[in-house]
């Protein structure tokens, strides 16, 4: 049995683990582009601490993943539940709400950064046709309107990951319990309530933990979209460490902060597997 798990432990050691190392290797160097490699302890992390550009990216990374997360669960909810319906062709709509998530992320921002473009992009001919705006807008590179711009983008390729994760959940509910609701009385909503969501409990919990973590390392669809602009508005960890590696150079400060957001999501994941351990033990 060892013989034939080598080969995947082989293949996991040389493209994660080797990386995972070299990084946290690198945290604690002060490495430039074209410098060689010097052991400087600490001094990354603690002036990473004191750096006002990693906490504002910090505090707008937290605010993208939460509103982000909370909308791709609750549509993907949505989604699920009308796809558990009994309609026609439910395996034809299946596969087509999973083509944003079959695209690339980088391919997502260009259709995107397109449909966003002020005088030709579909969002505003469409506005302008409703009459709800009397003037193009320039959603990127607005202070006003590229937050809800890059939200709107990033949560439109995720919907169907959530709704095809928590749809899998809704079919192993057993009909016998909505049934015996039915004859208790309890109409939709308290269906919805008091069956549907104690049983999606431990499904929810590790998707909205997984979409969390995902949205949290968010890069390429913002990349393409804003470059962490206007005004750095929407610079991402990610965007900041990137930043920090390859605009200016400073490898080892950028793998300290790949180093912080790998310890920040092990915290997530660590308090996730804690709620499902202690929920497992009581039942």
């Known amino acids: 049995q060892l013989q034939l798990l080598?080969?995947?432990?082989?293949m996991v050691s040389i493209f994660s683990l080797v990386p995972l190392l070299r990084g946290i290797y690198l945290g604690f160097t002060d490495y430039r582009l074209g410098d060689p490699i010097s052991f400087n302890g600490i001094e990354n992390y603690l002036q990473l601490f004191k750096d006002e550009y990693f906490w504002s990216s910090f505090k707008i990374g937290m605010v993208w993943t939460i509103v982000v997360t909370a909308i791709q669960v609750s549509l993907g909810l949505g989604l699920a539940l009308l796809l558990n319906t009994k309609v026609r062709f439910v395996s034809l709509y299946t596969i087509l709400i999973l083509i944003p998530w079959a695209t690339p992320p980088i391919i997502r921002g260009i259709l995107w950064r397109?449909?966003?473009e002020p005088n030709t992009g579909a969002v505003n001919i469409l506005l302008h046709s409703a009459g709800l705006i009397s003037a193009p807008i320039n959603w990127l590179s607005s202070f006003e309107y590229v937050i809800p711009a890059v939200i709107v983008a990033g949560v439109w390729g995720e919907i169907s990951k959530a709704g095809i994760f928590l749809l899998a959940g809704l079919q192993t509910?057993?009909?016998?319990?909505?049934?015996?609701?039915k004859i208790d009385g309890a109409g939709l909503w308290d269906q919805f309530w008091h069956i549907t969501i104690p049983s999606l409990k431990?499904?929810?919990?590790?998707?909205?933990?997984?979409?969390?973590?995902w949205n949290f390392n968010t890069f390429g669809i913002i990349w393409v979209l804003t470059q962490g602009g206007p005004?750095?508005?929407?610079r991402l960890p990610m965007l900041a460490a990137y930043e920090e590696g390859f605009k200016y150079g400073y490898i080892g400060y950028a793998a300290a902060i790949g180093n912080v957001m790998v310890i920040i999501?092990?915290?997530i994941l660590f308090m996730y597997i804690r709620v499902q351990f202690r929920e497992r033990t009581e039942s």
């Open 6 to 10: 080598l080969p995947v432990i082989l």
């Open 173 to 181: 509910i057993p009909n016998e319990l909505y049934e015996a609701g």
């Open 114 to 116: 397109q449909m966003y």
């Open 265 to 267: 999501l092990s915290l």
């Open 231 to 234: 005004g750095g508005l929407t």
């Open 202 to 213: 431990p499904v929810l919990a590790a998707m909205v933990s997984l979409t969390f973590m």
